[in-house]
């Protein structure tokens, strides 16, 4: 674990980081001193303890609406798939003249084949 030291409303702190992950940390940081700083400058709250439970509790607010708008999307995309999976598949009937170019090609292919396999009716 690495130490990084941050500020949060102009106080400091020492905070443990993972290996690697020093940009997500200060970009939290980040996130809770804006939220603080947005609730200390609205100028109703100044005890520092009041403000980071009110910040805290507006950003797992914020983290909840996200979540429902997460599972709600994934259901409309669950139900999509069905619907598609349910929908029946439109087969064009193919017309005369594709029939008829069909049965061309069937009828070339079966007497070719009739005249490799010869009279005994084997290919080997």
């Keep these: 674990m690495k130490q990084i ?28 001193d804006a939220a603080m ?14 403000i980071a439970v009110l910040a805290a509790l507006n950003m797992a607010f914020e983290i909840a609406d996200h979540e429902t708008a997460a599972v709600a ?6 139900a999509l ?3 598609a999976a349910a929908a029946p598949v439109a087969i064009a009937a ?5 029939r008829e170019d069909d049965e ?15 009279d005994d009716g084997r290919l080997l």
Excluded at 37 to 50: F, Q, S
Excluded at 94 to 98: G, R
Excluded at 104 to 118: F, K, N
């Design 81 to 83: 798939i069905a619907a």
């Design 94 to 98: 193919p017309d005369s003249a594709s």
């Design 5 to 32: 030291e941050v500020k949060i409303m102009q106080q400091s702190y020492l905070l443990s980081c993972p290996e690697g992950q020093e940009p997500r940390m200060l970009d939290a940081v980040e996130r809770v």
């Design 104 to 118: 061309a090609r069937v009828r070339s292919l079966l007497q070719r084949l009739d005249e490799t396999l010869g």
């Design 37 to 50: 700083t947005r609730i200390r400058d609205a100028g109703k709250v100044r005890a520092r303890e009041r």
């Design 73 to 78: 999307a994934r259901e409309q995309a669950e």
